[in-house]
């Protein structure tokens, strides 16, 4: 990104001002000590607006930006006396809440490895990751000591409130050395369709894709924002980041339910809403009036594709507020759909912000031309150091390949799905995408997915799985007729499965090897 217009995008949105105020000198002072891992963002907050409400969690539990900073560093040096240090690797399995932010913010403070784990995790799946990090120090909610105990000895374990207790013994003098590294994290990949990978970060490119975030979204300074999504996820960790860059107010619930996330948005007065597809269609389900938060600007989405119908049913109870944006763990973000881009283009995954560049480029490497499908790469200024398990990924002049396909039209990016989803019947290439945006539009469909099975015939067959509207009865021959004039002959399904829900992981997305098993049973 040029930096003029990093910079400039930052002083128009209020994160830095004129730097002969007082507050401003502080948080320069701050940003060239401690850069802008999580430990140096809440420091610059601090810096600005040390006594604003920094976190807020559903157990009431809050706390200022100057006692989070307080807090943080007696964290720091509680998990120092265990021998966490700059040359760490630190597993943290909890809950959104005020002591997991701690527990992230006091192995940041010591420029120590975050790796950020799937509160879905198996035990053995965690077994297998802890050794093969392998971590220094797992730290966990009570809720998954039995988990924890699972996996014996591999590696020494803390549990939230006992880390809470070590570092309420802690004197409090602050931390006065920046960490050694800064901001080095490792995320899962969301593991749809088989193990999660780790993807390892470092804090090169935050500020500029912070900056791209804030050219097409309307975040604040001092905006008080409610994240839905699990902190584990990349969404759900992009989302703290940018709401302490902004010195806003985090609001956090240990568990999704729409009910009380309405509440939260209505006691909290909550500007900007970070969320998935799957919660914006429960908060749909939840009423048939839109309720009433005149505050709330922003719902930003991301994590999976948001379906065209509910795009549409979203903005008409809630208003112009939703941005759907587009990125992976590997990548960050990709493109950012506005309300106005979702307005004319619902299942569009909108255009890349500035300083991101985007490319369409066929099996050849070559570009396609508009509405043809090709592999989608992108250039992010966030660096990421590659897989945990030593691979890259494809990259090519700069550009990293998503795994993803789509096609532009109108300067809108489309994407088509994952380029390892793409169904191969009778010879011709199916994206069930495309299905899936067609049955999406059917008034009696509230959700639908559809994937390729193995097929005697053809060599694989598309096969659809819905969820029915609320009183609506899905009549199987009726939707394959409606298919017929929707889709192109080999995308029309062979087989409909019927199903009260979709199988999802955490964050909503669907799970593949799940739904295979629905097919599977049920066709």
């Given at each position: 990104?040029?930096?003029?217009?990093?910079?400039?995008?930052?002083?128009?949105?209020?994160?830095?001002?004129?730097?002969?105020?007082?507050?401003?000198?502080?948080?320069?002072?701050?940003?060239?000590?401690?850069?802008?891992?999580?430990?140096?963002?809440?420091r610059q907050?601090?810096?600005r607006?040390?006594?604003?409400?920094?976190?807020?969690?559903?157990?009431?539990?809050?706390?200022?930006y100057?006692?989070?900073?307080?807090?943080?560093?007696?964290?720091?040096?509680?998990?120092?006396?265990?021998?966490?240090?700059?040359?760490?690797?630190?597993?943290?399995?909890?809950?959104?809440?005020?002591?997991?932010?701690?527990?992230?913010l006091?192995?940041?403070?010591?420029?120590?490895?975050?790796?950020?784990?799937?509160?879905?995790?198996?035990?053995?799946?965690?077994?297998?990751?802890?050794?093969?990090?392998?971590?220094?120090?797992?730290?966990?909610?009570?809720?998954?000591?039995?988990?924890?105990?699972?996996?014996?000895?591999i590696?020494?374990?803390?549990?939230?409130?006992?880390?809470?207790?070590?570092?309420?013994?802690?004197?409090?003098?602050?931390?006065?050395?920046?960490?050694?590294?800064?901001?080095?994290?490792?995320?899962?990949?969301?593991?749809?369709?088989?193990?999660?990978?780790?993807?390892?970060?470092?804090?090169?490119?935050?500020?500029?894709?912070?900056?791209?975030?804030?050219?097409?979204?309307?975040?604040?300074?001092?905006?008080?924002?409610?994240?839905?999504?699990?902190?584990?996820?990349?969404?759900?960790?992009?989302?703290?980041?940018?709401?302490?860059?902004?010195?806003?107010?985090?609001?956090?619930?240990?568990?999704?339910?729409a009910?009380?996330?309405i509440?939260a948005?209505?006691?909290?007065?909550v500007?900007?809403?970070?969320?998935?597809?799957?919660?914006l269609?429960r908060?749909?389900?939840?009423?048939t009036?839109?309720?009433?938060?005149?505050?709330?600007?922003?719902?930003?989405?991301s994590?999976?594709?948001?379906?065209?119908g509910?795009?549409?049913?979203?903005?008409?109870?809630?208003?112009?507020?939703?941005?759907?944006?587009?990125?992976?763990?590997?990548?960050?973000?990709v493109?950012?759909?506005?309300?106005?881009?979702?307005?004319?283009?619902?299942?569009?995954?909108?255009?890349?912000p500035?300083?991101?560049?985007?490319?369409?480029?066929?099996?050849?490497l070559?570009?396609v031309?508009?509405?043809?499908?090709?592999?989608?790469?992108?250039?992010?200024?966030?660096?990421?150091a590659?897989?945990?398990?030593?691979?890259?990924?494809?990259?090519?002049?700069?550009?990293?390949?998503?795994?993803?396909?789509?096609?532009?039209?109108?300067?809108?990016?489309?994407?088509?799905?994952?380029?390892?989803?793409?169904?191969?019947?009778?010879?011709?290439?199916i994206?069930?995408?495309?299905?899936?945006?067609?049955?999406?539009?059917?008034?009696?469909?509230r959700?639908?997915?559809?994937?390729?099975?193995?097929?005697?015939?053809?060599?694989?067959?598309?096969?659809?799985?819905?969820?029915?509207?609320d009183?609506?009865?899905?009549?199987?021959?009726?939707?394959?007729?409606?298919?017929?004039?929707?889709?192109?002959?080999?995308?029309?399904?062979?087989?409909?499965?019927?199903?009260?829900?979709?199988?999802?992981?955490?964050?909503g997305?669907v799970?593949?090897?799940?739904?295979?098993?629905v097919?599977?049973?049920?066709?």
């Open positions: 990104m040029n930096p003029l217009v990093k910079w400039s995008t930052l002083a128009r949105r209020g994160i830095v001002g004129p730097a002969f105020a007082e507050g401003s000198l502080r948080q320069a002072g701050v940003y060239s000590r401690w850069g802008v891992g999580l430990s140096g963002q809440i907050a601090a810096a607006d040390p006594q604003r409400l920094a976190v807020v969690d559903d157990t009431g539990e809050s706390l200022t100057a006692a989070l900073v307080a807090r943080s560093d007696r964290c720091s040096k509680a998990l120092a006396r265990l021998g966490i240090g700059a040359d760490s690797r630190v597993g943290v399995l909890a809950r959104n809440g005020v002591g997991t932010v701690l527990a992230l006091g192995t940041s403070g010591l420029g120590g490895e975050l790796v950020v784990l799937n509160t879905g995790i198996s035990s053995s799946q965690l077994g297998y990751l802890a050794a093969g990090m392998p971590l220094n120090l797992l730290i966990h909610d009570d809720e998954f000591a039995p988990a924890v105990a699972a996996i014996g000895d590696c020494p374990t803390i549990s939230l409130s006992a880390l809470a207790e070590a570092a309420a013994a802690e004197g409090r003098r602050p931390l006065d050395q920046p960490p050694a590294y800064s901001g080095r994290m490792t995320l899962l990949t969301s593991g749809t369709s088989g193990v999660p990978r780790g993807v390892r970060r470092s804090s090169s490119g935050l500020v500029e894709n912070f900056a791209a975030f804030l050219d097409r979204v309307d975040l604040r300074v001092a905006d008080t924002v409610l994240v839905s999504v699990p902190l584990y996820h990349m969404w759900g960790m992009s989302a703290l980041g940018m709401t302490f860059g902004v010195r806003g107010t985090l609001v956090l619930q240990r568990r999704f339910e009910p009380a996330a509440e948005m209505r006691t909290h007065r500007g900007a809403h970070f969320a998935v597809p799957a919660m269609q908060l749909l389900d939840l009423t009036d839109a309720p009433r938060l005149p505050d709330l600007r922003v719902v930003a989405s994590g999976s594709r948001c379906p065209a509910m795009v549409t049913d979203f903005m008409g109870a809630y208003g112009d507020v939703l941005h759907n944006i587009y990125g992976t763990t590997e990548t960050g973000i493109t950012i759909a506005t309300a106005t881009d979702l307005r004319r283009a619902p299942e569009c995954a909108g255009s890349p500035a300083g991101i560049k985007l490319a369409l480029l066929d099996d050849d070559h570009p031309a508009d509405g043809t499908v090709g592999r989608v790469f992108v250039g992010n200024p966030m660096a990421r590659g897989y945990t398990d030593g691979t890259a990924g494809q990259v090519h002049r700069g550009l990293r390949f998503t795994g993803d396909l789509g096609h532009l039209r109108d300067g809108l990016l489309f994407v088509d799905g994952r380029e390892d989803e793409l169904v191969i019947c009778g010879g011709e290439s994206y069930p995408v495309e299905l899936e945006r067609a049955l999406g539009h059917h008034p009696d469909v959700e639908v997915a559809a994937i390729g099975v193995p097929d005697r015939e053809f060599g694989q067959r598309l096969v659809a799985v819905v969820v029915a509207r009183g609506a009865t899905i009549n199987a021959a009726a939707l394959t007729a409606y298919a017929r004039r929707e889709v192109s002959r080999h995308g029309v399904p062979r087989d409909i499965v019927v199903v009260d829900s979709l199988p999802r992981n955490e964050v997305k799970a593949i090897e799940a739904l295979r098993l097919v599977a049973g049920g066709s």
